[in-house]
């Protein structure tokens, strides 16, 4: 799925966000494999973590062009997944993605590549 194609039928699940992400990510394919390994399934939030770790080793200043393109095929792909995700699958990407960032210091870069959909998860809550 590529950012701004149409998804039909039923939402996009945690599995199906971890399968698009290890298609345009080499080094997130071999952290899944490693996460299945140890923990013998898929923990959507952990393995949200370490995709969200290795996004902001991308972030670093320096990055080659390829970096860049990384990250931008992995902010699409949570943007495909905070629009057509199950409640589930938003959650996770709103929670142990977008949250967690916020308190990283690679936040203003990453977030500069935020879509609509990631940009509203990031908004503060109303008091």
């Known amino acids: 799925m590529t950012a701004g194609s149409e998804r039909p ?31 013998e399934t898929l923990i959507p939030h952990v393995f949200m973590g370490d ?21 931008q095929a992995i902010l699409q792909m949570l943007e495909q ?14 929670m142990s993605f977008v949250a967690d960032s916020r308190l990283e210091g690679f936040y203003p870069t990453l977030a500069f590549g935020f879509g609509p959909r ?7 809550a109303p008091r």
Do not use: F, K, W
């Open 9 to 39: 039928g039923r939402p996009l699940g945690n599995g199906e966000l971890a399968d698009g992400l290890c298609a345009v990510s080499g080094a997130i394919r071999e952290l899944r494999r490693v996460h299945v390994q140890h923990y």
């Open 51 to 71: 995709v969200l770790a290795h996004t902001g080793v991308l972030c670093r200043v320096g990055a080659r062009e390829e970096e860049h393109a990384e990250v």
């Open 118 to 124: 990631l940009q509203r998860a990031a908004m503060p």
């Open 81 to 94: 997944g905070m629009a057509y995700g199950s409640r589930e699958t938003r959650g996770v990407i709103a």
